[in-house]
């Protein structure tokens, strides 16, 4: 009876040690959104929680009208520190010329009749404040949001890790890193055409204005709703914040303790090692979003030209303290547009393994058999739509 | 017992399994797939060209300063201040530190010296992908008379830009626009031609009678426009180097306007009003010959030619609606691409090929937008009270359009933005302005 039984059972954990690698070797995609979220969770999940609560705004402006009104009145400070980084961008030239292209919005209600009614200076103010709703686009988009800084915060000259950029450079590089924040991003381009994407509810604003004096009246000197506002996009952020990263490590210490006990199985049961290099059991799949990670936040795409149509695979050498044997990139292979977008794909792809590597990559040395010949693709499929 | 069967099971198994997992993973080189990238602009550095002779001390500065001016203004591209540089360049010949510049994360470098001989003005360049530790491309030179000194840095900006995108720049180029002064009810219009940053302008025509929509020539040496001179509207062809215009004979007894070149400047298409309709006829420059495109009971107008050639965008309301038609460049059967809600105008190709820039009037707004040729892909770029008639840079990847403000007090102006909707700013002009054509490179 018992023979059976162990039989029964080791049949039964063969099936479902089999169903569990299975999957994992099929699970590969789902990696991109898992590392994602960890990086999040990890450093900018305190400023999401704060200031996100903008875009929040937005989507609940349909609903509850009236007291959004007063908390824009009450948040135009947080808006006030995006003009501070939009203007980075071109520099400090006087480049803000292109900001107040933004005036016309005003003139938006090219429905005057609305405004001649009762409430004729009300509705001017609409448009205004439904304009600051919208987030407005950031210099930068990354894969990541990145809340605007405070405005004590001085922001990085360019995105906070690269202020360790080379050993030589040290002192500088402290004073910036410690003093900086990440610079502000957004996930999508927005063009003026989409930002009064509720522009159509203009009019519903204009209607409005009617209550609105009264509350304003009654809400500055208290300045109640900013509190109530707060509080309501602060959990519903830092609930999805804290959920998502939960589920992902679990599989992520599920695929990687897999990967892991996979490879000391056959570390036991004895590898190769007659080279001189440890090749080691393979990256796992945290190792190798980590590189991944490290490397796309130094891609910078050109959504606009014609390179952003190329896919290009980038091979290279690399050192076993983790940095790029900058002479052995070279360019293995390309997909889409001509041979110059082709090359200038290529330059960006080279800009981005070089800039981040900064002292080297954080690969494991004991693996270093694994990694010693790298070889990358960039598609910018996902970001050319954006 | 039982569990060490178990555990020997298992160990078995995972032994047993791993060639496959380790074929998958081991199998050559690591392989890594990147598909999120970052949107920002590229830092980038201009230490002061050297001077080389007291005398192109100010040639130096002004043609630097310019330079990287015109590489800011793409909105690709971010200047590192000069205060934050630590090398200075003090000879054109001198090596460069790339860690120096590593350490400012400036991603490109442009070193350059210039010279006066009291005639004419060198300006010599490098740029260098700083991380890479290379040279992008090789040095090259510009000459010309000193007041021709803009245009040399326009050049430098130009071989920058291509070096670091790929594609053709824009900034040596000129723009032909209806330059307004006056109010509403009592504008006057006169054509004006300036550089692309609205430095250099010139008018072409005096305020005495109304002029529109003027178009350049493939070559940038004619420009079409539309003249209420005779009281009714007329195109003329002004010849900018003489500034010189004659009236383009179209029909008789009929009103013609918006013309446009074809690609190679041999014909002209336009749009030509008998009766109460309006269709789009082709013109031959050197004989004369017109020949009707379109042939239907509805208005057709602002056709614009595919850069090959071979076919013409147009608009027309013949479904009841303004919206866009493609049709072959020897008239015949179209095809209708836009099919959103509202009206769509003032179709222009690219000069890429692959977008139609367009005007849309929607819910009681103006944008401007672009889509794919065969209608996909609609983007709308901007919003405003009223934004009309885009045009695109040379290299298709900006576009200018005016803007003009709501009221009796409202002016129009000219903008420019990016395809991706980016960057979207004035153009800095002396009075009002509409109407733009961009010209090609020079």
Redesign the interface.
Known sequence: M?KSL?IS??AH??LI??VM?GNV?RASPPE?QMT?VSVISEEEFAALSSTESAPEAETEDPAPPAPEATQEVAEPAPPEPEPDPAP??????P?P??E??SP??P??P??PPVPESPTDTPPVNAPDETARHVPR?A?????EPVAPPEPDTTVA???QQ?AT??A??SD??EEEQEATAP?E?ATE????????AS??SAPSASVRPRTRPQQLASAEPEAEPAPEAEPAPAPEQSAPAETAPQPEPQSDESSDAV?D??AE??AG?GGSPDRDVPEGP??TRGE?DG??VA?????????????ANVTVTV?MNMEADGTVV?SS?EMLGSEGGNA??A???F?A????I??CQEGGYDLPADKYG??????????????R?? | M?RR??AS???A???A??PV??A???D????????????????FAVPEFVAEGAEAQQYAQQVSRLVA?DL??T??F????RE?H?SNITSFQSPVQF?DW????A?ALITGAVSYDGSRVVVKFRAW?V???TE?GQGMQFAAAPDGWRRLAHKVADQVYSR????SGYFDSRVVFVSESGPKDERRKRLAIMDYDGANLQYLTDSSSIVLAPRFSPGGDRVLYTSYETGRPQIHVLDVGAVQSRVMQAGQGSMSFSPRFSPDGSKVVYSLTQGSNTDIYEMDIASGATRQLTMAPSIETAPSFSPDGSQIVFESDRSGQQQLYIMPASGGEATRISFGQGRYGTPVWSP?GDLIAFTKQN???F?I?VMRTDGS?E???????LDEGPTWAPNG?VLMFA?E??GAQGASSL?S??????????VRTPDGASDPSWGPLQ
């Open positions: 018992r162990y059972g080791g954990a063969l040690l089999w690698l070797f991109v994602e980075e961008p071109p520099a400090p030239e480049e010329a292109p107040p292209v016309p919005d003139v938006e090219e429905a686009p210099p930068r988009v990354a894969p000259e360019e995105t690269a950029p080379e030589e450079s500088v590089a610079e991003a381009i927005v063009t003026e055409a989409e930002e009064p522009a159509p990967a006990a996979i199985a056959l049961g393979p990256l190798r590189l991944r490397v796309q936040r130094c891609w910078v795409v050109d959504v606009g030209s014609q390179a091979g900058s990139i110059s977008a090359e200038t794909a330059q792809a080279r800009r981005a070089l800039r694994q990694w010693q010949r790298i070889e990358m693709t960039f598609n910018p499929e996902e970001m739509l954006r | 039982t069967i178990l099971l298992l160990a198994l995972s032994i399994m791993f997992a380790a998958a993973q081991d050559g080189p690591l392989r890594i797939e990147i598909t999120e990238g970052v949107v920002e602009p590229l830092p001016e800011t203004g909105g690709l971010r200047e590192i201040p934050a630590i860690a590593k350490a400012i994360n991603q992908d991380f890479a530790g992008l670091l995108t790929g594609e890429r819910a009681g707004r944008h937008g892909e983007r709308l770029l901007t919003a405003s009270f990847r803007r403000t709501q903008y933005v990016d395809i991706s909707g980016r960057n979207l700013k004035r």
